[in-house]
């Protein structure tokens, strides 16, 4: 993408109807770190890779608990997505104290998708620079769905986003079939091996991702480090094994598993 | 239930409650009820929800208005009784077109149930009573959604809670001892409106606003709401 005379304002069209700074904000989010949500009819995982800007600080929180039935996973401004996150949790408790029932997750991502909207005709704001993987539970089940700067909402049964996602949605459009009848624990595999697709190489350790999960009696939470790193153990030797008749029998170069060379993160330090 | 509203009345007004209550714009809040619907009397029965009430609106102690709805559905899972001031209880029906009004328009397949619009109901109550300005009603919120039966009461000082019955004014003092000893789990709709009218009937004796038409609402597990008018005669 290149400069050009109509992409300063974002109130301002393209002879060819396109509104660059939000297209602009939609490469903000391409440019953080990598995010997944998969849901299966009673369940929903968000899975990020975490990586520090250096071995002395500590990892960019990507993950947020909005309520104890939702759940949001972040990628690009993550100032952007702290303060979106406030504002949903803001939404839920209101509505809770309210009507004393939960905020059901289809309405939080439309006032979501609403407040980015405005934030793209104003001419005193910027778009928000991040997407968010909104993970959640409700009367019809479990949804996931994906929040862009745009103002677009859509809702998936398995997505990625941030940089290196294309490689986690290749794995996950070969797999997403199963998804809706599928275990907590095979859901949670599933993300593991998404995110690790995301890595091209490297290896997959708990100090560099974060997985959460909700599901039907069971309230949105984080993962602790130790049952993330037992479980990684535990795919990870059935992973290898597993791995090569993937790629046997698919056409799609898993050459990312190949590749020697891990890519260097040279993210600004606001993107994650 | 008038005697208990009149002893209301006696406010003390000194210069430091006159600016907190407003007292020279006393014509802007509710002081005292005129036109008011008496008890309503509600229960839980096997399949769903029976709420009674007569259709009468009194005013001060003459039986003005002898057909007046006190009860009616709220969206398709609730039904809401009324008694006290017949205006607030329009206007209360008022908020409420508005609230499913606008979780309809969402159009996404969820719906505010019972519960949730019991709950709106006492902050909307609670709220007026704090600002001095009260909806002069105590409520009874009825209904079944997704097989779960829900009834739940609030009044005029969003005093809130639900049980398996329920009743307002004087149903408190006459119709809730009977539904005490003869109420169960497992109530037909027939034994359900036969306890409710055995109520209805002891009020008609005892309560100089109860008047002989009475109205009956029931809401059924799984079923939008549907009424029956009763018309019972002077005995």
């Not at chain 1, 490689?167 to 907590?184: C, D, G, I, N, P």
């Not at chain 2, 969820?110 to 709106?120: C, D, I, Q, R, T």
Request: glycine residues 8%; hydrophobic residues 40%; charged residues 20%.
């Amino acid at each position: 993408m290149f400069r050009n005379q109509y992409d300063t304002d974002v109130t301002t069209w393209s002879p060819a109807g396109r509104l660059f700074q939000v297209e602009y904000a939609m490469e903000a989010v391409k440019q953080g770190s990598a995010a997944i949500g998969l849901r299966s009819k009673s369940h929903v995982v968000l899975a990020c890779v975490n990586k520090a800007n250096s071995e002395l600080s500590s990892h960019q929180k990507k993950i947020f608990k909005v309520d104890d039935h939702v759940g949001v996973a972040i990628a690009g401004l993550t100032a952007d997505g702290r303060v979106l996150s406030r504002y949903m949790r803001n939404e839920c408790i209101n509505y809770f104290y309210t009507y004393e029932s939960q905020l059901p997750v289809g309405r939080l991502v439309v006032q979501l998708a609403d407040k980015a909207q405005v934030c793209t005709q104003r001419s005193w704001k910027r778009p928000y620079g991040v997407g968010l993987l909104v993970g959640g539970l409700d009367e019809s089940g479990a949804h996931l769905y994906y929040n862009c700067p745009s103002g677009n909402y859509f809702e998936y049964q398995a997505f990625a986003i941030g940089s290196r996602s294309q490689a986690a949605k290749t794995y996950l459009e070969r797999k997403f079939v199963s998804f809706m009848a599928s275990s907590r624990e095979n859901l949670i595999k599933d993300a593991l091996f998404a995110l690790r697709e995301t890595l091209q190489g490297e290896k997959l350790t708990s100090s560099a991702c974060t997985i959460a999960v909700v599901g039907v009696g069971e309230a949105f939470h984080i993962l602790d480090q130790e049952t993330v790193q037992a479980l990684i153990n535990e795919f990870e030797i059935a992973g290898e094994e597993a791995a090569a008749p993937d790629q046997a029998g698919v056409d799609e170069p898993s050459a990312a598993d190949d590749q020697a060379a891990p890519v260097d993160q040279s993210a600004a330090p606001m993107d994650m | 239930m008038l005697l208990g509203i009149l002893g209301m009345n006696s406010l003390d007004c000194t210069p430091a409650t006159n600016s907190l209550i407003r007292s020279e714009a006393d014509s802007q809040r509710t002081l005292y009820p005129y036109v008011t619907g008496t008890s309503v009397v509600g229960i839980k029965y096997k399949d769903g929800i029976l709420l009674a009430a007569d259709m009468g609106g009194s005013y001060g102690s003459t039986l003005r208005y002898k057909s007046v709805e006190r009860l009616k559905p709220v969206g398709k899972h609730s039904l809401i009784g009324a008694s006290g001031e017949i205006s607030d209880f329009q206007e209360i029906m008022r908020y409420l077109d508005d609230l499913i009004l606008s979780d309809n328009m969402w159009d996404d397949g969820n719906s505010l149930g019972p519960k949730e619009v019991h709950n709106y109901l006492t902050r909307v109550m609670y709220n007026r009573r704090n600002k001095f300005n009260p909806l002069w009603n105590s409520l009874v919120l009825g209904g079944v959604k997704n097989g779960q039966k829900y009834l739940g009461t609030v009044n005029m000082i969003g005093v809130h809670y639900e049980d398996n019955h329920v009743a307002t004014g004087f149903g408190n003092h006459l119709a809730l001892p009977l539904l005490r000893d003869e109420w169960h789990e497992n109530l037909t709709f027939e034994e359900g409106v036969i306890l409710l009218e055995k109520c209805m009937r002891v009020l008609l004796y005892r309560d100089r606003s109860a008047v002989n038409k009475l109205q009956v609402l029931f809401s059924l597990c799984g079923i939008h709401t549907s009424r029956l008018l009763g018309n019972c005669c002077t005995v």
